[in-house]
């Protein structure tokens, strides 16, 4: 109720920037509580704000959330594409933060594809991107991921998973983006 609140005070002033970060954190919210319909046109709100006052990072990680909406709702395709266009254009701008949110979703995407050996390893490029830079893993980003990590892991023997994960982890932030993107 706060942030609505807070979003209506901000739609009063006009401030689009604001806008587009509450309308973004109204995104997380819905999908903390498993409203994901509602997630989305929120998230799709606000990358179109973030556009409309040039904030090209945010947008990014506006089309990472929506990518984790489409993998949740079972559209692989759709979720690849928007974490795709999200990796290139933050490693394009050199914003590491969101990079790992984005792994960790086209991760996701190569499990539902059947692909446990490359999620194994994307998850692990995640996961160094994350410590290499000092990014903490969200609490909300790991509670949406960790159910697709431990449905995965379950499909490999223990030392084929921490073989791929060491392969991933062990790549560089430029290898592991070519190595998504492939």
């Known amino acids: 109720a706060m942030q609505e609140e807070c979003l209506t005070l901000a739609r009063e002033a006009?401030?689009?920037?604001?806008?587009?970060?509450?309308?973004?954190?109204?995104?997380?919210?819905?999908?903390?509580?498993?409203?994901?319909?509602?997630?989305?046109?929120?998230?799709?709100?606000?990358?179109?704000?973030?556009?409309?006052?040039?904030?090209?990072?945010?947008?990014?990680?506006?089309?990472?959330?929506?990518?984790?909406?489409?993998?949740?709702?079972?559209?692989?395709?759709?979720a690849e594409e928007l974490c795709a266009g999200a990796i290139r254009e933050l490693h394009e701008r050199a914003r590491i933060p969101g990079l790992d949110f984005a792994l960790d979703v086209l991760a996701g995407v190569a499990a539902a594809r059947g692909e446990i050996r490359r999620a194994a390893r994307l998850w692990g490029a995640a996961a160094a991107t994350r410590e290499v830079n000092n990014i903490p893993w969200l609490p909300e980003e790991r509670e949406m991921i960790?159910?697709?990590?431990?449905?995965?892991?379950?499909?490999?023997?223990?030392?084929?998973?921490?073989?791929?994960?060491?392969?991933?982890?062990?790549?560089?932030?430029?290898?592991?983006?070519?190595?998504?993107?492939?």
Request: net charge negative; hydrophobic share 40%.
């Open 14 to 78: 006009g401030d689009v920037q604001i806008i587009a970060v509450l309308t973004y954190n109204l995104g997380l919210t819905a999908v903390m509580t498993g409203e994901y319909e509602r997630a989305e046109a929120v998230y799709e709100e606000a990358q179109e704000l973030f556009w409309e006052v040039g904030d090209r990072d945010l947008a990014a990680l506006a089309n990472n959330r929506l990518g984790f909406l489409a993998l949740s709702r079972d559209d692989p395709d759709r």
């Open 146 to 182: 960790e159910l697709y990590i431990d449905a995965a892991r379950s499909l490999l023997d223990e030392a084929t998973w921490h073989e791929e994960r060491e392969k991933g982890r062990s790549m560089t932030l430029d290898q592991a983006v070519s190595y998504a993107l492939e």
